[in-house]
């Protein structure tokens, strides 16, 4: 009977004091994600090097993997896709043979496991054949989710610069 006098005492102490915890200020909040960004930051960065890299050389199974399993990648003038499946073509289909892709992040908020990057992107892709040199320039918006200590990819989302062409 005593052990369950003291159970629920120190259950409704627990409760009062929780109830009592000021609540984070703005200022507070705001400290705690910067903090939280700049520890993302360099991680961000090997991630977003990765895919650089796995994007020049191609290696769409290799890309695939730096997206969570329920990611959805939202590509310009195309369907959104979502699974492993549809990622992997719409992304091969944005590849081009000597393409270089550059990533640029502007700004990363971090709150938790949860980071939104903005940032500017560059694609040169190398004259071959009959085909002309191109260099594209837009900006994207990634949502990244930290799975199992890892920053990956939950949400990809990108567009060009220059207005698209007017109907004919």
Known sequence: MRFIRW????????VTFAACQKAESPEQAASRMQAEADSARPAIAAQNARWMRYA?????????????????????????????DSMRARL???????????L????????GPLAIERGNWT?????????PAMNLAGKYLVHWHKVNGQWLFAEDMWNNDVP?????
């Open 7 to 14: 159970s629920g005492a120190l259950a409704v102490a627990t």
């Open 56 to 84: 020049n050389a191609n290696q769409v199974d290799s890309l695939i993997d730096l997206y969570a399993p329920n990611a959805v990648l939202l590509p310009p003038d195309m369907p959104a896709a979502t699974g492993r």
């Open 92 to 102: 091969a289909a944005t590849m081009a043979p000597g393409g270089v892709v550059t």
């Open 104 to 111: 640029t992040t502007a700004s990363l908020a971090v709150n």
């Open 123 to 131: 694609f040169a892709v190398p004259a071959q054949g009959k085909t």
């Open 164 to 168: 698209m062409a007017p109907p004919r």
